[in-house]
């Protein structure tokens, strides 16, 4: 659910690897601090769980990408991202994020709660590694997307947009940092902040973190509409398609896709 190219050098089993791209989603994708409220009794989705694919046609420089969505008896969910799928442009294969969270709803809208696995992310707890010292980050933030399923076999996710609700934040509506500080607030590496660590040239830091409370978000998305949230254009909105992931063959390329 996140752009191809962001990603592309983030892979390798790494803590820090991993950290750069935590931070890489913050990057280009506001993140939450609270999500949406947790429903009562969380209930996956029916209509979006099972495997969902979006294809590119051959001469848009792009590849496909297999979305999996799987329930937990405790009516969370586990999202499983595979991008760079016969991606012309990268010899070292396919790349995988997987999320966890829940689905849930404001005024008819629904919406997707995901934040990097905690399974996943267990590097991160000073608990877990006592050999990592000092070293100490906060766990991985929310990520929230809207989804409709229009037919049976069709599901769209529109990504919110870091500059609308960085400007939410800036005009007081919501709570939280637009900046790369704020952004940075929280973690840090033997002593040091985090944009220390990773000031490499040419690597971007900016977005935008909300901490308004859950119920304070969800006003908020009530009164102003989602619309004051989502991005809009092909880099926002992803079309997937209900159906198992088959290879590119000569034959498709050769009609078009």
Same mark, same amino acid.
């Given at each position: 659910?996140?752009?191809?190219?962001?990603?592309? =050098?983030?892979?390798?089993?790494?803590?820090?690897?991993?950290?750069?791209?935590?931070?890489?989603?913050?990057?280009?994708? /506001?993140?939450?601090?609270?999500?949406?409220?947790? /429903?009562?009794?969380?209930?996956? #989705?029916?209509?979006?769980?099972?495997? &969902?694919?979006?294809?590119?046609?051959?001469? @848009?420089?792009?590849?496909?990408?297999?979305?999996?969505?799987?329930?937990?008896? =405790? !009516? &969370?969910? #586990?999202?499983?991202?595979?991008?760079?799928? #016969?991606?012309?442009?990268?010899?070292?294969?396919?790349?995988?994020?997987? *999320?966890?969270?829940?689905?849930?709803?404001?005024?008819?809208?629904?919406?997707?709660?995901?934040?990097?696995?905690?399974?996943?992310?267990? &590097?991160?707890?000073? @608990?877990?590694?006592?050999?990592?010292?000092? %070293? %100490?980050?906060?766990?991985? /933030?929310?990520?929230?997307?809207?989804? %409709?399923?229009?037919?049976?076999?069709?599901?769209?996710?529109? *990504? *919110?947009?870091?500059?609308?609700?960085?400007?939410?934040?800036?005009?007081?509506?919501?709570?939280?940092?637009?900046?790369?500080? !704020?952004?940075?607030?929280?973690?840090?590496?033997?002593?040091?902040?985090?944009?220390?660590?990773?000031?490499?040239? !040419? *690597?971007?830091?900016?977005?935008?973190?909300?901490?308004?409370?859950?119920?304070?978000?969800?006003?908020?998305?009530?009164?102003?509409?989602?619309?004051?949230?989502?991005? @809009?254009? @092909?880099?926002?909105?992803?079309?997937?398609?209900?159906?198992?992931?088959?290879?590119?063959?000569?034959?498709?390329?050769?009609?078009?896709?």
């Amino acid at each position: 659910m996140m752009t191809r190219r962001t990603y592309s =050098s983030f892979r390798g089993p790494s803590y820090l690897t991993l950290l750069l791209l935590l931070v890489s989603l913050v990057s280009c994708c /506001p993140a939450f601090k609270n999500p949406l409220p947790l /429903p009562p009794e969380p209930k996956a #989705d029916n209509t979006i769980l099972g495997t &969902w694919v979006r294809a590119f046609k051959p001469d @848009e420089q792009g590849s496909r990408e297999q979305l999996s969505i799987f329930a937990r008896s =405790s !009516g &969370w969910i #586990d999202v499983v991202f595979i991008y760079d799928i #016969d991606t012309q442009t990268s010899a070292d294969g396919v790349s995988v994020l997987t *999320f966890e969270g829940y689905s849930t709803s404001v005024n008819d809208q629904r919406f997707l709660c995901l934040r990097l696995r905690a399974k996943d992310l267990g &590097w991160l707890r000073r @608990e877990d590694r006592p050999n990592r010292g000092d %070293q %100490q980050a906060t766990e991985s /933030p929310f990520f929230i997307f809207n989804y %409709q399923t229009p037919s049976s076999d069709k599901l769209t996710i529109t *990504f *919110f947009s870091t500059l609308k609700v960085g400007e939410l934040i800036k005009k007081g509506k919501l709570k939280g940092e637009a900046d790369r500080k !704020g952004m940075l607030k929280g973690i840090l590496f033997n002593g040091k902040s985090l944009e220390e660590v990773l000031n490499v040239e !040419g *690597f971007s830091l900016e977005g935008a973190v909300v901490t308004s409370s859950s119920d304070e978000l969800a006003k908020v998305i009530s009164r102003e509409g989602v619309g004051a949230f989502l991005g @809009e254009g @092909e880099d926002y909105i992803h079309a997937f398609s209900r159906g198992p992931y088959q290879p590119t063959t000569k034959a498709d390329q050769s009609e078009g896709d």
